[in-house]
């Protein structure tokens, strides 16, 4: 099947501190220790932009329904594109609109339990070309059997 080759068997470069191209892929709703709505964002670094740290996640960006904290709301909107005066009824519609949305990340580090963690710092527009979404049409030709 294969030879194990030490060599090769290298791990995942650490996100570190910069930019990065990366892609809305999973939220999650939660309640905070204050007893606030919270989403649990998770983005993944895009593998179709020349970037380092191609394919890896950074989990854990808590949106927290506040007055006080719309304000990533704003950013990570406008960095989405979504227009300017755009309504939603509530945090999870917003969530759902986020969802799959090319953005550009600004990275930084967080410790926790001694360990360094990538931590969203900040949102930009992409500034990437556009992923093709393009649905893929297979027809009966195609498949073998």
């Excluded at 910069?18 to 998770?42: C, F, M, P, Q």
């Excluded at 329904?65 to 300017?84: C, D, I, Q, Y």
């Excluded at 527009?125 to 093709?132: G, I, Q």
């Excluded at 979404?133 to 498949?143: A, K, Y």
């Amino acid at each position: 099947m294969f030879k194990v080759d030490h060599s090769k068997g290298k791990g995942f470069e650490q996100v570190k501190p910069g930019e990065y191209e990366a892609i809305v892929i999973n939220y999650e709703e939660k309640t905070a220790s204050s007893g606030n709505h919270r989403l649990v964002v998770d983005y993944e670094i895009r593998s179709d932009v020349e970037q380092p740290c191609q394919g890896q996640k950074i989990l854990y960006d808590n949106f927290t329904v506040t007055e006080n904290a719309m304000w990533r709301f704003h950013l990570a909107s406008k960095a989405a594109g979504f227009p300017n005066g755009m309504e939603f009824k509530d945090h999870i519609e917003w969530a759902k609109a986020f969802l799959n949305k090319p953005i550009r990340l600004v990275v930084g580090e967080r410790q926790y339990n001694g360990n360094k963690y990538p931590e969203v710092k900040g949102f930009k527009p992409s500034e990437a070309p556009a992923l093709d979404n393009d649905p893929i049409t297979i027809s009966d030709d195609d498949v073998p059997f």
